[in-house]
């Protein structure tokens, strides 16, 4: 693996996963690995999970990391030829070539605008980082992408699935804020990789980018899509179609006991942070059924067997 920005830089998702079952299942045998490896971290925008289980799973293969927050704080030029006399201060070709040098890694984590969908599909931070930085990218969360949440959620999946077919239910929640589509398109695609049977649920005017959801069935009703589910996996995002606009607030899409009551005893799933009562109701969430902290400690073995195959592929090929 030579980076890891999207489910489209793996080869084989289903041997991943199974690398990282085995990499949790060996404990600390992996700490020669990244010695005298650094992993550079640039988050644009806050974390709590990616950004500890990140320097969590460096630790375990023996890297350093050096953490940066830049959050608003270091205003990038990305156009060619600007003529930088506004309140940017760097043009990123010189931050990307700067940064690469001190780093045998380096992960991104950068929000969509949400104002512009072209622009945002188009991924331009990471892009400019790997057009102008010489090292491997890993995606910590990007415009349209999140592909350690949706590594790491398909490995929790097959720890906990009952068939190797399970059902699988990606359902929007309310929420009272626009969030990006990265966590629901890395979610449906890492899912539709597994050949697990995927239904989105969401009402109109939320679907997601066609290219995304190709193979999954989609179900305005959600009763209906809870019908036998064996994975409930909860998620706001902003419209695609209206891009970034709150289409609606609807209620009835909030996980409860009584909608879980029609699944398969289905499990609960959610990327974290989530508002209780809001996305998920407190005795979901609480429930037995819940996977959600199981999830967040996979967030450390996913990205540390990413890290682990970009250093013997790409860094030691
Ligand atoms: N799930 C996730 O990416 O969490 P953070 O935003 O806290 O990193």
Redo the contacts with the bound molecule.
């Keep these: 693996m030579k980076q890891f920005t999207s489910l489209a830089d793996v080869a084989d998702p289903k041997a991943l996963v199974d690398k990282v079952l085995q990499l949790k299942a060996s404990g600390n045998s992996n700490r020669n690995i990244g010695s005298d490896l650094t992993l550079a971290l640039l988050f644009f925008n806050p974390?709590?999970?990616?950004?500890l289980s990140s320097q969590k799973a460096a630790q375990l293969l023996g890297m350093e990391s050096l953490v940066l927050d830049v959050n608003q704080g270091w205003p990038l030029e990305f156009e060619v030829g600007a003529v930088m006399n506004d309140n940017k201060s760097e043009h990123v070709r010189e931050a990307a070539a700067v940064v690469s040098q001190y780093c045998d890694i380096l992960g991104i984590r950068c929000f969509p605008g949400l104002k512009d969908r072209d622009e945002d599909y188009a991924e331009p931070l990471l892009s400019a980082f790997q057009e102008y930085g010489n090292k491997p990218i890993i995606n910590l969360?990007s415009a349209t992408r999140?592909p350690l949440?949706g590594l790491t959620d398909v490995v929790t999946i097959r720890e906990h699935r009952k068939s190797v077919k399970p059902k699988i239910v990606l359902t929007w929640a309310p929420h009272p804020k626009a969030l990006p589509q990265s966590v629901a398109n890395s979610f449906a695609s890492w899912v539709l990789a597994m050949d697990y049977e995927l239904v989105i649920t969401h009402p109109e005017g939320y679907e997601l980018d066609p290219n995304v959801t190709r193979g999954a069935h989609i179900e305005y009703d959600p009763n209906k899509a809870y019908k036998d589910a064996d994975v409930v996996y909860a998620k706001n995002w902003s419209s695609y179609r209206d891009y970034g606009k709150i289409m609606s607030n609807d209620g009835r899409f909030m996980v409860n006991a009584e909608k879980m009551a029609l699944s398969n005893n289905a499990f609960f799933m959610h990327?974290?942070?989530v508002r209780r009562n809001v996305v998920v109701a407190d005795d979901v969430i609480d429930s037995q059924q819940s996977l959600v902290i199981q999830q967040a400690n996979n967030r450390t073995f996913a990205a540390a067997t990413v890290m682990k195959e970009i250093i013997e592929l790409s860094i030691y090929e």
């Excluded at 974390?47 to 950004?51: A, E, Y």
């Design positions: 974390s709590l999970r990616t950004r969360e999140h949440q990327c974290l942070p």
